[in-house]
């Protein structure tokens, strides 16, 4: 069965400096893997998907992540973050033929 | 946006009621899926359908059914609420539009919740 494991529940960084959300998963097939953003009081957005066409994957408001099959991780990335960015984060896994499965997030914070 | 709404917003109950939450979706999308979040847990699967009148057990089902009568609505059902039941729920559906090949791993949109409140 697969599952997913964001190892930090809290992530600190000022403004205009790089973030790192970190993501390991477990999955017996070739997985889906996404990142997820929560506004506090809002829905969920896609941030970015990956389905096995390009290790590293851009997504929406200058983040990516990057698959590493032999270290099972997903991070997320953004070179500058912005106070705008300030949310909870998912990562989500799902193999085929099986429902998505969600980490228990990542609540960023950002310092002016 | 997805075309996908919630209703109601925000309730407030009392143990033993019973509560239907309603999810509307105007993109005939094939799947769709409620969750619940707490705090420390992020989502968890309640329920999920695969068509109209085809459903599924997730992963936190038990005190909830759930119904499909038509492809764009979708009700999650508390027979008697209780405290535990205490949460927000979202409703999502898959991106794959009405499509037999369409798969659990497709992306999901999410519609913006209700909460749920259960004295």
């Known amino acids: 069965a697969q599952s997913v494991t964001q190892l930090d529940s809290h992530v600190s960084v000022s403004e205009g400096t790089p973030v790192l959300l970190r993501c390991n998963y477990s999955?017996?097939?070739?997985?889906?893997l996404f990142w997820y953003v929560q506004h506090p009081n809002k829905g969920l957005q896609l941030l970015l998907k990956?389905?096995?066409?390009?290790?590293l994957v851009k997504g929406i408001n200058g983040f990516e992540a990057e698959f590493k099959k032999s270290e099972t991780s997903f991070h997320l990335t953004k070179p500058s973050a912005h106070m705008s960015d300030a949310a909870e984060y998912f990562c989500?896994?799902?193999?085929?033929?099986?429902?998505?499965?969600f980490g228990k997030g990542t609540r960023l914070s950002v310092i002016a | 946006d997805a075309g996908i709404t919630q209703s109601p917003r925000h309730k407030v109950t009392e143990t033993g009621t019973p509560v239907t939450l309603r999810c509307h979706q105007t993109?005939?999308?094939?799947?769709m899926y409620w969750y619940r979040q707490d705090p420390g847990h992020g989502l968890r699967l309640i329920h999920y359908?695969?068509?109209?009148?085809?459903?599924d057990k997730g992963e936190v089902s038990d005190g909830y059914s759930v119904s499909r009568s038509k492809t764009e609505d979708f009700l999650l059902t508390l027979e008697s609420a209780t405290s535990s039941q205490t949460s927000v729920y979202f409703c999502?559906?898959?991106?794959?539009?009405?499509?037999?090949?369409?798969?659990?791993?497709?992306?999901?949109?999410f519609g913006p919740g209700t909460r749920l409140l259960v004295l």
């Open positions: 990956y389905t096995s066409a390009a290790t």
């Open positions: 359908s695969y068509g109209v009148k085809d459903t």
């Open positions: 999955s017996s097939y070739s997985p889906s």
């Open positions: 999502a559906i898959s991106a794959t539009p009405g499509l037999a090949g369409a798969t659990l791993q497709e992306t999901q949109y």
């Open positions: 993109e005939n999308h094939r799947y």
């Open positions: 989500v896994v799902s193999d085929q033929g099986t429902p998505l499965v």
